[in-house]
């Protein structure tokens, strides 16, 4: 096993709970008769084949405990399994569902591109995670001076124009951490929740602060971005301005890393180039999987 499966395989094993790693022991003993069962955690592809078979799918999705398959396992288990299951159907599977606006979709054909991109173990580990984080958001209020003196400004996880204000009250050294989740909660906004965005749209003023946040220097772009034209989603409204940006502002966060950039944080600087993917993914595992306890789960409704 090479130093990258290596630590793939760790980034996963520090998620698991003691209930987790009894439902890999469970399904590794049943796993081509046993054999190898012992050792398949510890091995980073005998582990994904576990995170990916019907048995351990079965075990969390299809008898869980009081029919919520969180009761079952921790979100993250719960969350790589579903992940890698879909990533084991998009091999069957001709075409997955797009979104174009509320209440249309369209199927895309060209799945070879999407398993591409599912087929490095970062990136599936990344899903997994991105999910999981949306189980528990923070939010909050800071302290923020003014020419009037101290006021609390408030910010949501949630809520990408209100974590979009926390940027122009950070410090240098937090303005990655905080990029990043802004480009995280496009994401999953974008791929888990298209109708919930477009439903609820951005004003104005409201669009004004997201396209300048993560933005360097002045200029047009400050007002719509250049990408935003050439790649015609406009007509997507909402749900394209957040891909658009969640594209800039995992950029620009990947730019303020200092370097040299950790293995597990590399995905980072790949997601500009390939956000339609990551959120295509989402879109399918949340169809197939998670669209039964979405609202449960994550705390929003509305698609």
């Known amino acids: ?151 609390r400004q408030r910010f949501s996880e949630l809520d990408p124009v209100r974590l979009a204000s926390l940027l122009e009250v950070v410090s240098r050294q937090e303005r990655p951490g905080i990029l990043r989740r802004m480009g995280d909660l496009a994401l999953f906004l974008t791929g888990v929740f298209p109708d919930h965005v477009a439903r609820r749209g951005f004003g104005p003023i409201e669009e004004g602060r997201l396209l300048r946040a993560g933005q360097h220097g002045p200029g047009p772009s400050a007002r719509l971005p250049p990408e935003r034209q050439e790649a015609g989603v406009g007509d997507r409204g909402a749900v394209g301005l957040l891909e658009q940006l969640g594209r800039r502002w995992y950029r620009a966060a990947f730019e303020l890393l200092p370097r040299p950039v950790a293995e597990n944080v590399v995905v980072l600087g790949e997601l500009p180039a390939h956000f339609g993917q990551a959120r295509r993914m989402l879109g399918f595992v949340t169809e197939h999987y998670l669209f039964p306890h979405r609202d449960r789960w994550f705390g929003l409704t509305g698609g």
């Open 1 to 151: 096993m090479s130093s990258g499966q290596s630590a793939v395989a760790a980034a996963y094993l520090e998620h698991f709970t003691h209930h987790d790693f009894a439902l890999l022991r469970s399904a590794g003993r049943h796993a081509n008769q046993g054999e190898g069962a012992a050792t398949a955690p510890s091995r980073q592809q005998g582990l994904e084949d576990l995170l990916g078979s019907a048995r351990v799918f079965e075990a969390v999705f299809a008898t869980p405990r009081a029919g919520d398959p969180l009761l079952a396992a921790s979100p993250f288990f719960a969350f790589a399994v579903a992940v890698h299951r879909a990533t084991v159907q998009l091999g069957s599977t001709s075409y997955v569902s797009e979104w174009l606006g509320l209440g249309r979709r369209a199927p895309v054909f060209d799945v070879v591109e999407l398993s591409e991109f599912m087929s490095a173990p970062w990136h599936r580990l990344f899903l997994a995670e991105l999910l999981a984080s949306y189980t528990h958001v923070a939010s909050g209020s800071v302290l923020v001076p003014t020419r009037r003196g101290l006021r």
